[in-house]
Every structure is written in structure tokens, then in C-alpha cells.
């Protein structure tokens, strides 16, 4: 059985209706990984990815260091993240791009 250790999942609200979630690993005192992010696709290009992002980065201020995957070919996916200061660093795993953002 795998657990998960220092995790946290957000809820993802739109007018009081649940539209998607947002986890996040903490990978030490310094460094969380957005690992999951997921909007309802009738919600997606309306900022709120970018909002639930901005809000969880600021719940979590001390973190100096937050790293995501996400797949090579979702090009919206890698646009919002570099508008939001993540840098691209690499791939990891075939067809994804790592990013990484410091403070």
C-alpha cells in the first residue's frame, strides 16, 4: 500500500459548485510539488487554475521551491505555468517537461 505523507488536497470552488482540485506534496520544509491539478473542462480558460495556484502558493508561503510535470504536448498547461514564473528544467519522463519556481 502506498500513503502519502505531508499532503494536501484542495477543493476547487466556483460558486459554491465543486470544479476541480488542486494536491499538493510536501517534499521537504522548502519544496512543494503541484501534483495534480484539474479544472472542470466547461470552467478551463477562465483563470481560475491560475487563481487556485496563486492562492495555495500564498497558503503555503515558507515553500521556497515548487516543482510540476505536466505532459509535453499540453502546451495551455506549460503557458500558464510560465505566466505564473514556473521555468521549464527539464524532462523527466518521456513526453513531460518539468518545471521548477524559487523564491
Known sequence: MLWIIDSFAYKILVNGQLQGALFV????KQECELSIIAINPEFQNMGIASKA????????ANTKIWT????EKETGNMH????????????????????????
Open 53 to 60: 495556484i496563486i492562492l495555495v502558493e500564498q497558503r503555503h
Open 80 to 103: 500558464l505555468y510560465e505566466k505564473l514564473g514556473y521555468v521549464k528544467v527539464g524532462n523527466e519522463k518521456v513526453n513531460e517537461v518539468n518545471y521548477r519556481k524559487e523564491w
Open 68 to 71: 510540476l510535470q505536466t505532459p
Open 25 to 28: 506534496v510536501e517534499k521537504n
